[in-house]
């Protein structure tokens, strides 16, 4: 019997999740089985009871479902206990345990993938929502110069920063608090790229050189990415990689080998079209 694994969503059909699993394992030659489940807005709890008496052995956790998978989980990694959210459950004798590899995947395709070190690097981390809180940790870990996150609500972004002061100063406050500033790798976390829409940022936000990722994807360029090169950014890069680098420590967490993501990546690419 091969072991079973799933990705839950609402929706769910559009999940890149199974084709990326299925290819982590024929090439590691580990033998998985990886679904795709809908599961009711009200609905996560009954589906995880279900999925586990099928035999399920671990799962991932998408749109809408990572706050509730962070209440049901009986035992929290770290990270995903900073992040206030779980990506990835695992179910191992009776325990649920919970984990969060967002951040992990966001810093290991811009260290990795993009060749960009975080280390004395000034950094701007845009919206202060979910998405914003489960990277902070990994990239305050990778020592970077400064770390600012802007929102467009301050008090939101300023309470944020604080909730991560343990770890190191961060400066937060509104867009408009990031003019005169320059930056040398600019993190949207928004989802102003699914609305198709621009954000509120002043010029001259980006120094010499710098990096523009945006944690959404799509075909071609994302609304922020044009924004960034036109507002002067060096480079700019989609979340394509970022979502095959936390599938890939979502494996390494229950398989204990982690796979190559580069040929994964190239695949996805080609399928997107850009």
């Not at 000034?122 to 940790?137: E, F, H, K, Q, T």
Request: glycine residues 12%; contains cysteine.
């Amino acid at each position: 019997m091969s072991d079973l694994y799933c990705v839950f969503g609402n929706p769910i059909a559009h999940s890149k999740s199974p084709a990326i699993h299925a290819a982590f394992a024929a090439a590691t030659g580990q033998d998985v089985v990886y679904e795709a489940r809908l599961a009711a807005v009200d609905g996560f709890k009954q589906a995880i009871s279900d999925f586990v008496a099928a035999g399920g052995k671990g799962a991932n956790v998408t749109v809408p479902f990572k706050e509730d998978a962070f209440r049901l989980s009986t035992q929290l990694s770290e990270r995903a206990a900073r992040a206030g959210a779980v990506n990835t459950l695992t179910f191992k004798g009776g325990e649920i345990l919970g984990d969060n590899t967002d951040g992990a995947g966001l810093v290991n395709d811009i260290i990795c993938n993009l060749n960009c070190p975080l280390a004395g690097k000034r950094i701007l981390l845009l919206g202060a929502g979910g998405a914003s809180r489960g990277v902070i940790a990994p990239l305050l870990a990778g020592k970077p110069a400064s770390l600012f996150i802007a929102n467009r609500s301050g008090e939101k972004a300023e309470a944020l920063a604080a909730a991560f002061a343990d770890i190191a100063a961060v400066d937060a406050g509104n867009f408009a608090k990031t003019t005169g500033r320059s930056f040398d790798l600019v993190i949207n976390a928004t989802a102003a790229s699914l609305a198709g829409e621009g954000l509120p940022l002043p010029t001259c936000l980006f120094a010499s050189g710098a990096l523009a990722y945006d944690m959404m994807y799509g075909k071609g360029e994302t609304p922020f990415m044009t924004q960034a090169r036109e507002q002067g950014a060096a480079f700019c890069a989609d979340g394509l990689g970022m979502l095959a680098e936390q599938a890939a420590e979502a494996f390494l967490v229950w398989r204990g080998v982690r796979p190559e993501t580069a040929q994964v990546l190239a695949d996805l690419r080609a399928k997107l079209g850009g």
